[in-house]
């Protein structure tokens, strides 16, 4: 029989609101609400304090406030952010060399090969945590198992600041008290049919008739929410080794609908690889998309641009329709991701079009005033201004 792995998820406690909460002594204990500035703003990250009234990431920021008024709401900060999470990553790959991140704040790590150097699993997710703290001053949750799925269940059952470990041969049962929410690609209408067929654990489903559950919710969905289930997930870490990129992704607590909501923030990330292109003296010849759909189905696109672009509402409309193209109407999104990739020096001559020969080269006026956007919020905070739509 094959030796099991070690397979950690850790993923930093409310990542935003925690840097600011520990950079700002005044907002320890407070509900902080990181983003949803503006009549059209939306939430990045929200504080315990604050997700206690029910505030979460991509919620408008005018529900935030009315679900929580006495939250006190901050300017993403994202050079910070990006900084810290370096850090991290550091931290990480000083354990393993098989890091797979899943966005900024969190990421799986293979540390089967770590243990003659580290010890097993615990001892490792106690050194990371350890070491995050020390070095950043903020907390990681922690899961470690034998497969990626139960580690990722284990990190997210007693955040913040926590340790969960399931021994290898213990997944079923620990899964099994657990709701049937808990299960990758059960979403809200999944959930619904489950426990209209009398399923609210996951053991129930585990035990349940394969054949009366694929009649009712479909045979492939019902392979895999079983295998889940019993604890099975034999997919791979697989590390993050492309180079000469920039990108940004959100991962959102609960599904985006809405098209407007979603081309809300393709539009923030857009801005936000844009800035770091101008910062690196970068323009991007690619962008790519990044969706994710449940059942945590992950689709990329990526398209040429002609001429190579730095320019926030070029990447922005390009990502827009590369996502028109992979999505149906009002399809659940559980994560979106803006990238630029094939990047060249920014003192190439800029010239061509993006789209084709009906669309003309980004304006010298909207670049100037796109630096003076920039040189505004490197003064006083991402968000000082923002675009209207």
Known sequence: MAEHRTILHADLDAFYAAVEQRDDPRLRGRPVVVGGMGRRGVVSTASYE????GVRSAMP?????????DAVFVSPRM???LRE???VREVFESLTPLVEPLSLDEA???VTGSAALFGDGPAIAARLRAEVLERTGLTVSVGVAANKFVAKVASDLRKPDALVVVPAGTEAAFLAPLGVERLWGAGPVTVDRLRALGLATVGELADFPAQLLAARI????ARHLQCLARGEDDRPVVPDREAKSISRET???RDLRDDEACHRVLLELAESVGRRLRRAGKRSASVRLKVRFPPFRTVTRQAAVDPPTDDDLQIAALARRLLGQVRSSRQPVRLLGVGAAELIDGDVPRQGSLFGEDAPAVDPRRARLTQAVDDLRERFGDGVIRRGG
Not at 50 to 53: D, I, L, T, Y
Not at 61 to 69: D, K, Q, V
């Open 50 to 53: 604050a997700r206690r009234f």
């Open 61 to 69: 920021g005018s529900e935030a406030r009315r679900r929580c008024p």
């Open 79 to 81: 050079e910070v952010y």
């Open 85 to 87: 999470a370096q850090v």
């Open 108 to 110: 799986f790590l293979d």
């Open 218 to 221: 479909g045979e492939r969905a």
């Open 251 to 253: 991962t959102f607590e």
